[in-house]
Nanobody, 126 residues
Framework: QVQLVESGGGLVQAGGSLRLSCAASGRTFSSYAMGWFRQAPGKEREFVAS????????YYADSVKGRFTISRDNAKNTVSLQMNSLKPEDTAVYYC???????????????????WGQGTQVTVSS
């Protein structure tokens, strides 16, 4: 079992930055990959970024590449998402998720992930 708790969401103006964090507990954190997803009202949950267990390989959605950075600290059992140059279209509830499987590259569909946090709201005003 894995428990995930996100923090760091909020309201920011376009062009600003936010940093999301996700604290994990339960299963050994360095044994699984992590991902960030987001869901806007009326839309399907979409992939944002993911990172393998060691942190050495990262994946990004094209829409956030160059603006967002995913990282993890296995000593602190946390994964973060640094979001820069935010746009109004980044507005959504952001979720961190744990992937216990061994697919490579990491899956991008939300259904593949095993455990989820409760989500944190990010609102970008124009």
């Amino acid at each position: 079992q894995v428990q995930l708790v996100e923090s760091g969401g909020g309201l920011v103006q376009a062009g600003g930055s936010l940093r999301l964090s996700c604290a994990a507990s339960g299963r050994t954190f360095s044994s699984y990959a992590m991902g960030w997803f987001r869901q806007a009202p009326g839309k399907e949950r979409e992939f944002v970024a993911s990172i393998i267990w060691s942190g050495t390989i990262r994946y990004y959605a094209d829409s956030v590449k160059g603006r967002f950075t995913i990282s993890r600290d296995n000593a602190k059992n946390t994964v973060s998402l640094q979001m820069n140059s935010l746009k109004p279209e980044d507005t959504a509830v952001y979720y961190c998720a744990a992937y216990i499987g061994r697919q490579a590259p990491l899956p991008r569909h939300y259904a593949a992930y095993d455990y989820w946090g409760q989500g944190t709201q990010v609102t970008v005003s124009s």
